[in-house]
């Protein structure tokens, strides 16, 4: 058994050791062609730093219009929104002062309807104290009448009277 692992290891370090080699080769061939390319092609990246320079400067430009033209907007908002805060401000005033009409002429009607039934109300009472008052009267005349005449009799019925 440890035979068969000692093989399986001695195998995978060789397969891993050809793979290593093999990249390394590549690795160097590649390098090589990279030179050559990068030797030949210098005026070639000169010509392309020339035309990203030329596309920043351009990008720069549209985009510093655009801030322009959004800052122009930004403006005209701001003018429009200040126009509207003061037509809101008297918009606002004018609610108060309706406001307030509407509580006066509430609060006079409201004084109004309280006089009116205030003045009912102390009428009946008035008017159910003068007859209580009327009944008191009536009621001491005819006692007052009674001990003038001198009839100081009793008006309840006897015993007698029932059996």
Do not use: C
Request: charged content about 30%; cysteine-free; hydrophobic content about 45%.
């Amino acid at each position: 058994m440890e035979m068969m692992i000692l093989n399986v290891r001695a195998t995978l370090w060789g397969i891993f050791g050809i793979l290593f080699i093999l990249s390394i080769t590549f690795t160097a061939f590649a390098q090589q062609e990279q030179q050559s390319d990068a030797a030949l092609s210098q005026s070639q990246f000169m010509q392309i730093i020339d035309r990203i320079d030329k596309s920043e400067d351009r990008m720069r430009k549209h985009v510093d219009e655009k801030f322009d033209a959004l800052d122009k907007k930004f403006d005209a908002l701001e003018t429009k929104f200040h126009e509207l805060d003061k037509k809101v401000a008297v918009i606002r005033s004018d609610v108060d002062k309706l406001f307030t009409i509407i509580m006066a002429i509430a609060g006079a009607v409201g004084l109004h309807l309280l006089i009116f039934v205030g003045s009912h109300i102390y009428s009946y009472w008035r008017n159910k104290a003068n007859v209580v008052s009327k009944v008191a009267a009536e009621s001491r005349e005819e006692s007052d009448e009674d001990i003038g005449r001198g009839n100081l009799t009793d008006n309840r019925p006897s015993e007698s009277e029932f059996a």
